[in-house]
């Protein structure tokens, strides 16, 4: 299979070979050899001697470069001109690991790269079902990673990315690439390592991959993880804070520093390039090609180029404290809702409610040192949340440490009034760290301010048809030919247009975030999931399913020619109208999937747009926000013909130029909708997220050569970072997100290298980009 963009479900060999030797004369295979012996033998135990897996066959490298040294190690380098290259370990038998128990995988590697490395680790099995695991080690690194295969350390309903160390090492430990998935270890096919959009090229040694008893390290590793302020109680970090008193003084010097530091002298009063040549002014951003290059102009004339964090809000940052209340009043959800559930700021509960509260889930409960009584002046800061999209706990309370701690830094003078002096700290760090705008999801507090631009959002939810792709990452699609679907588009812009009021501080507007439209390439389910489904519906049901019967109905002369096409036995349009599920899929088919599919696409970008240019003529479209696992093709065209500016998620080390090549041809300005760097080392957080750096120091290296391959780029005109604040220790409620992705820390401390990242590109931006 080719290899695809982002890598989730990488198609790649992969294989187990073993030292061991089997003393069962009547099994012949070694892959069988090794899995008996393993099942019966005592760990730990060698799973692959490179030297034999070389001599076997079993090694192969998917454009990447594989040698085996006198070591002996492999030795693999990962070209920065390839966007997924892997080696692959893959016996002619999958192993049977179902007998182990308690057990990690572990091997020693060696870091010959110039800087550091973000590799991945994934295991298969011959379903196609897969682990994968990350971890970035740095320059010159050598000794030994590991990660939990099996046993109650290895235990996924934890509600948290990643978990804390499983027992006290200096090995380094692998985390979950993001959401953890099953494997069937009876059946264990291939393990790959890769790396996905390097910006230079790595090299790595890899010795044996052996399995090991897991140490008893006692039940308490995942109580007491986080402190009163919300810091890991079992780290030791840089930035902790250890009295309210020491963050009051933290709070004040930086208040002080801001005044001083008040931005760049070259911006213009929209954060455009004053000092770049005046183009005509509108009155609103718009977009225009200077020079070849592609820019964003700001309402009064001048160069625009959008950069700075997403999701500066307070609503998603509560973790879940294992309560929940039996009065099932607090979860009632109202059909005229336009905020999804992780939107949805501090939700208070009654006192009637927490009558019937009980734990739900000692876990996570247990790993708080401290949480407030209802009674304590800090007891605002509880919330609720009526459901999850991930983890153990399916409705809870949660409780805001962030928050809580903007109330110890700043008092409270008036009901809530720390509230508004963050929003003025958040203003004037803004200006100060040379950003030009908000990303997405700014809480609509700002939307008001004259200070910095910013994107409105919305979700369009309601209670339409859906359709379900191969893999629904955030929920199912929505049926876009649906008349409800249309109503609640309706519904949901009427809101930010009321919001917005037509500011011209807003820049432009994204509406909804990485659908699962199906991948660029793999197999027709993969790329084509949510049209067979639509297919498999009945008309009467579906308005998808009638509405694209009546296309390949106009498209074809008689259900007869469909069949030939098709290699079908349809017995007439009425039958096919009620089910055209199909086992095997012709080229011809395949070609009707996709013009289908750039159809669905076109019906949700009129149905956006059109309703959006009703209600907000002069603002940007910004469009759909689509992740690397969820941009094919077809859809892409589809945006092309509505959107104002293409948007995608890219969490990757930078833009690769020969990656996005592409978007040349298109033609179209361009923004990064996400991007992030994260570390674990010298942070609070278990999990670095989505891109990891060896420290705070190395991320911030990543973030400028990551800013750096944008500004690059002509048809670029932004890039917003994820997010502006770290998520909780304990994971953010809504999946148990717990990574180190922000610029401030939970008690709202700036990681000193960022913010100095963030100041060497952005207080040389303009001239930089413009050539200046």
């Not at 290899?3 to 892959?31: E, R, Y």
């Not at 994820?722 to 939970?746: H, K, L, M, S, W």
Request: charged share 20%.
């Amino acid at each position: 299979m080719t290899l695809k963009p982002f890598a989730l479900a990488v198609a790649i060999s992969a294989a187990l070979g073993s030292a061991c030797t089997s003393h069962n004369a009547s099994t012949s295979n070694p892959a069988q050899q090794a899995s008996a012996q393993l099942a019966a033998q005592q760990l730990p135990a060698t799973l692959v001697d490179v030297t034999r897996a070389q001599q076997q066959g079993w090694l192969t490298a998917k454009q990447a470069e594989l040698k085996l040294t006198s070591d002996p190690v492999l030795n693999i380098r990962f070209p920065a001109s390839v966007h997924t290259p892997a080696f692959n370990i893959e016996p002619e038998t999958p192993w049977d690991l179902s007998n182990l128990d308690n057990y990690n995988l572990a091997f020693e590697v060696n870091n010959l790269s110039p800087v550091s490395t973000h590799f991945y680790v994934e295991l298969f099995d011959t379903s196609g079902s897969s682990q994968s695991r990350e971890l970035s080690i740095p320059k010159g690194y050598r000794g030994k990673v590991f990660f939990p295969l099996a046993g109650e350390k290895a235990a996924t309903d934890k509600g948290m990315w990643a978990n804390p160390m499983p027992w006290p090492s200096d090995e380094m430990k692998m985390v979950w690439r993001s959401w953890h998935q099953t494997l069937d270890m009876s059946q264990i096919s291939k393990i790959s390592v890769y790396t996905i959009g390097v910006l230079q090229d790595r090299t790595l040694e890899i010795g044996n991959i052996v399995l090991r008893p897991n140490p008893d390290a006692g039940a308490d590793w995942t109580t007491h993880l986080v402190d009163r302020f919300g810091q890991a109680a079992k780290k030791h970090s840089p930035l902790k804070v250890e009295s309210e008193a020491e963050l009051k003084a933290l709070a004040q010097r930086e208040l002080k520093q801001l005044a001083e530091q008040p931005g760049p002298a070259d911006r213009s009063r929209f954060g455009g390039y004053k000092d770049g040549p005046k183009l005509e002014a509108t009155g609103y951003f718009r977009t225009e090609k200077v020079d070849g290059k592609w820019w964003m102009v700001d309402p009064d004339g001048y160069l625009f180029f959008s950069h700075g964090p997403a999701n500066v809000r307070m609503s998603n940052l509560t973790t879940l404290t294992g309560v929940d209340f039996k009065d099932p009043s607090v979860r009632v959800v109202h059909a005229d809702e336009v905020t999804p559930e992780d939107s949805m700021g501090i939700i208070k509960v009654s006192d009637e409610v927490r009558e019937s509260r009980y734990v739900i889930n000692e876990t996570r409960h247990d790993m708080f040192e401290w949480l407030p009584g209802y009674d304590d002046p800090l007891a605002d800061h509880y919330s609720y949340r009526r459901s999850t999209h991930k983890g153990p706990v399916p409705h809870g309370e949660t409780y805001s440490f962030y928050r809580a701690n903007l109330e110890r830094r700043y008092g409270e003078t008036a009901p809530e009034s720390y509230v508004k002096k963050w929003e003025e700290v958040t203003l004037d760090r803004m200006n100060s760290w040379g950003f030009t705008s908000f990303g997405n999801w700014v809480d609509p507090a700002f939307y008001p301010n004259q200070q910095v631009p910013y994107f409105a959002n919305g979700w369009i939810i309601g209670d339409y048809q859906t359709l379900s792709g191969h893999t629904n990452h955030w929920g199912l699609m929505p049926d876009f030919f649906d008349p409800v679907f249309a109503e609640r588009a309706r519904a949901t812009i009427e809101v930010i247009a009321k919001d917005v009021q037509a500011s011209p501080w807003c820049v432009g507007i994204f509406i909804d975030n990485e659908k699962s439209w199906g991948e660029r390439e793999g197999s027709v389910a993969e790329r084509y999931g949510v049209i067979l489904d639509a297919l498999s519906k009945n008309a009467n049901q579906s308005p998808a399913k009638q509405a694209f019967t009546q296309r390949l109905q106009a498209q074809y002369s008689s259900i007869n020619a469909l069949n030939r096409a098709w290699n079908t036995d349809f017995s007439s349009w009425s039958e096919f109208a009620e089910n055209a599920s199909t086992e095997q899929h012709s080229e011809a088919q395949v070609a009707d999937l996709s013009t289908l599919l750039e159809a669905l696409g076109e019906q949700y970008f009129e149905v956006v747009h059109g309703t959006l240019k009703e209600y907000l003529p002069n603002h940007l479209y910004m469009g759909a926000r689509m992740a690397n696992w969820g941009m094919p093709d077809e859809i892409i065209k589809a945006s092309v013909k509505y959107t104002d500016v293409l948007s995608f998620n890219i969490y990757e080390e930078g833009m690769q130029t020969h990656q996005w090549a592409f978007l040349e041809d298109i033609d179209l300005p361009v923004v990064i909708g996400e991007f992030h760097i994260g570390a674990t080392t010298d942070s609070d957080n278990y999990h670095p997220g989505i891109v990891s750096a060896a420290s705070q120091k190395d991320r911030a290296r990543m973030y400028k050569a990551y800013m750096e391959s944008v500004l690059e780029k002509d048809y670029m005109v932004g890039a917003h970072w994820f997010q502006y604040v770290d998520e909780p220790v304990t994971g953010r409620a809504f999946d148990g997100e717990n990574a180190n992705i922000g610029f401030v820390t939970v008690t709202d401390i700036p990681y000193p290298e960022m913010i100095k990242a963030a100041k060497d590109i952005n207080y040389n931006l303009y001239p930089k980009r413009y050539g200046q």
